[in-house]
T-cell receptor
Framework: ETGVTQTPRHLVMGMTNKKSLKCEQHLGHNAMYWYKQSAKKPLELMFVYNFKEQTENNSVPSRFSPECPNSSHLFLHLHTLQPEDSALYLC????????????????FGPGTRLTVT | RKEVEQDPGPFNVPEGATVAFNCTYS??????FFWYRQDCRKEPKLLMS???SGNEDGRFTAQLNRASQYISLLIRDSKLSDSATYLCVVNMGVFGNEKLTFGTGTRLTIIP
């Protein structure tokens, strides 16, 4: 088991709903990430929070809104999603500034499988 | 050109055989490289880092060729439990602000 948990594990929502995905890391890391994984596509980085500040937003539509209240928790707020947003949403954490670049590792949570109807 | 490119497979390999995957990357300034493993309906997990001189971990050997910008993974004496998708991952960020870019993955099935 990894030290990164995500809830819910499965979510079905309509296009007019508002929901939130939650991620929590118990590893003492200082960076957290949201990724989207769609079938036959590589993992797409959505958001990066480093020391609780958003350092990257990869042109993600505004219907996805991240929130990082502290270094252990990360949320992804969803509203007015589209069917093409159906995917596996993975949260990850890491310790930025690792002295040896080769030992850098991101730890992933189990993901939330989202279906938009 | 894709930032990280892999043959998606599937590779269907008999148990005990040796299998190799290659991966190419576009950013010549990339500093660190990894292979992650993802089991069906599970999250990705780090399999091994890839060092310039090549490195080995049991049955797994990873190599890096900077001149040609490719990374390889060799699995010897394959086991049924090796069946998974293998993700080639390149760190295209900088120290303290790492950014991992993932390939689509190569799907491997070991056949009894």
């Amino acid at each position: 088991e990894t030290g990164v948990t995500q809830t819910p594990r499965h979510l079905v929502m309509g296009m007019t709903n508002k929901k939130s995905l939650k991620c929590e890391q118990h590893l003492g890391h200082n960076a957290m990430y949201w990724y989207k994984q769609s079938a036959k596509k590589p993992l797409e980085l959505m958001f990066v929070y480093n020391f609780k500040e958003q350092t990257e937003n990869n042109s993600v539509p505004s219907r996805f809104s991240p929130e990082c209240p502290n270094s252990s928790h990360l949320f992804l707020h969803l509203h007015t999603l589209q069917p093409e947003d159906s995917a596996l949403y993975l949260c990850a954490s890491s310790q930025e500034g690792t002295l040896s670049a080769g030992s850098y590792e991101q730890y992933f949570g189990p993901g939330t499988r989202l279906t938009v109807t | 050109r894709k930032e990280v490119e892999q043959d998606p497979g599937p590779f269907n390999v008999p148990e005990g055989a040796t299998v190799a995957f290659n991966c190419t990357y576009s950013n010549s300034a990339s500093q660190s490289f990894f292979w992650y493993r993802q089991d069906c309906r599970k999250e990705p997990k780090l399999l091994m880092s890839v060092y310039s001189s090549g490195n080995e971990d049991g049955r797994f050997t990873a190599q890096l060729n900077r001149a040609s910008q490719y990374i390889s993974l060799l699995i010897r004496d394959s086991k049924l439990s090796d069946s998974a998708t293998y993700l080639c991952v390149v760190n295209m960020g900088v120290f303290g602000n790492e950014k991992l870019t993932f390939g689509t993955g190569t799907r491997l099935t070991i056949i009894p």
